[in-house]
Antibody, heavy 118, light 106 residues
């Protein structure tokens, strides 16, 4: 079955960096676009970035553009999110999700919590 | 960016009720609309894509309809496990924006 397992979250100071990982299994990772979605405590969902199956097409939401970098390693079936210049408003649970038909999300990971605080 | 709104923001219902949630887009998104369910402390679960197609394993008590700018999610007979927050999302254009959510409780 499809599994997405995020890791790498934790407590970081404002201005710091963190790299999230997502280990995929149960499907042919190299055939799917992948996306990161986040959710601040008590708030709604925010779509932040996607990467094409080959890694050649990438999109970022304005809220993270220039600070976050999405990447993938198809050989290792892994998705990454490098987060730099972190701000308090980046505090959230970060979900790794799989894009299905024409960009629809079908599977979600369990999420990893990132807390940006001094 | 396309703005998504949902109504109502919350609703109280009882087991067995038929519940309808509306999602509106600030501009047309064709049929590129998805619905998600989220329970407290849990990751969201995908329910519907392409406005009306059920994701694998989702029971047919959930149904979606609409196109363009107005969409609905209907739960035909509410069960205890359906009390949750429901989000819509357009994936017609980037950024793929979510609605603010509709909380369904007792």
């Amino acid at each position: 079955q499809v599994q997405l397992v995020e890791s790498g979250g934790g407590l970081v100071k404002p201005g710091g960096s963190l790299k999230l990982s997502c280990a995929a299994s149960g499907f042919t990772f190299s055939e799917y676009y992948m996306t990161w979605v986040r959710q601040a405590p008590g708030k709604g969902l925010e779509w932040i970035s996607y990467i094409s199956s080959s890694g050649t097409t990438i999109y970022y939401a304005d809220s993270v553009k220039g600070r976050f970098t999405i990447s993938r390693d198809n050989a290792k079936k892994s998705l990454f999110l490098q987060m730099n210049s972190l701000r308090a408003e980046d505090t959230a649970v970060y979900y790794c999700v799989r894009d299905y038909k024409e960009g629809a999300i079908d599977y979600w990971g369990q999420g990893t919590l990132v807390t940006v605080s001094s | 960016d396309i703005q998504m709104t949902q109504s109502p923001s919350s609703l109280s219902a009882s087991v067995g009720d038929r519940v309808t949630i509306t999602c509106r887009a600030s501009q047309g998104v064709s049929y590129y609309l998805a619905w998600f369910q989220q329970k407290p402390g849990r990751a969201p679960k995908s329910l519907i894509y392409a406005a009306s197609s059920l994701q694998r394993g989702v029971p047919p008590k959930f149904s979606g309809s609409g196109s363009g700018t107005e969409f609905t999610l209907t739960i035909s007979s509410l069960q205890p496990e359906d009390f949750a927050t429901y989000y819509c999302q357009q994936y017609y254009t980037d950024p793929r924006t979510f609605g603010p959510g509709t909380r369904v409780d007792f």
